[in-house]
């Protein structure tokens, strides 16, 4: 088989929109998924009003010292934990969905209790996540053809680990292996797609499709927010702050920016929910596809292949 496969944003488009609406059904199915899904978007709301308490603190010059406190602790411990959570949670999505699609109705707390049996393993998909999302974080600024291909190989690099995590969680967690016999067994998954899913296996959606539709919501509201907190100089001059020529109230800008953050955080638990749901299902296709149940075989496939 070929390597992975690009699609066009008009097909990402679509891929998005199907997986968005049928993986709903999904998780109709398995009620247990809510519970952790829940969980994911909590820890993000929580994470993000800490972070924009402490900038409140900054700007209104009340409490600074517990908004500095605040920050660090945002900054030096919930945020490095954020990635091992968040890994926990979808390798308890993925136990759920396996159980699911193979006739099994197990509870989130036997998800969770059969995941702490591969905590180690789970930490080094955390660990390795942490790890690409700093580098890839670490842009090169300037010009020349180096920077540009730098720049280039952290995108390739954040992308293509994306799909390997959410190949790995699977493995990990149905075939309860080590975090070394992992990389043997997804060489070998790509040698086994057949043809009609080749299309699918390398397939990039949801994330920054959404993020990418979002975007132009966000640059609007914000621009708003900024002509509210020009409006609000007429009312009050104790929130006033002045960048070059421009005066406004900061509350508006900071409110909005604190939404689209809460927002945007909780719509990506959800849309890394889609893709675990996805690719577990696809995992077990390939691997095991007669422990499928046969009443929902024909729908596991067209879901697979994006078909209504």
Known sequence: MAGFVKKSFKQRMADTGYLLKHSLMIIGVEQDL??????????????????????????????IPLGVLVLLFAIFI????????????????????????????????????????????????????????????????GKGVGVILVNIFLAALREVWDLLQHYTIPVVVIEQKGIMAVVPQLKQLRKNVPATLVGVFGIDFVGGVVNFVLFPVYVLLFALS???????????????????????????????????????GILNKFVQAVKTIYFTIFYVSINRPAEITSDIRKDITNYLLMKK
Not at 90 to 100: G, P, T
Not at 232 to 253: L, N, Q, Y
């Open 226 to 264: 900024l002509g509210l907190g020009f409006l609000m100089t007429f009312i009050t001059s104790s929130t006033i702050i002045t960048i070059g020529s421009f005066s406004f109230s900061w509350v508006p800008p900071l409110l909005i920016l604190y939404l689209a953050f809460l927002v945007g």
């Open 78 to 141: 919930l945020i490095p934990y954020k990635f091992f959570f968040y890994v926990r949670q979808k390798a308890d999505q993925s136990w759920l969905v396996y159980n699911a699609i193979t006739g099994k109705d197990i509870s989130f707390k036997e998800a969770h209790a059969h995941t702490r049996q591969h905590k180690k393993e789970l930490r080094y998909v955390a660990l390795v996540d942490l790890l690409v999302t700093y580098v890839t974080s670490q842009k090169k600024r």
């Open 34 to 63: 809510k519970t952790s899904i829940l969980r994911m978007a909590l820890f993000s709301a929580f994470l993000t009003t800490l972070i924009f308490f402490s900038f409140f603190t900054f700007f209104s010059g009340i409490l």
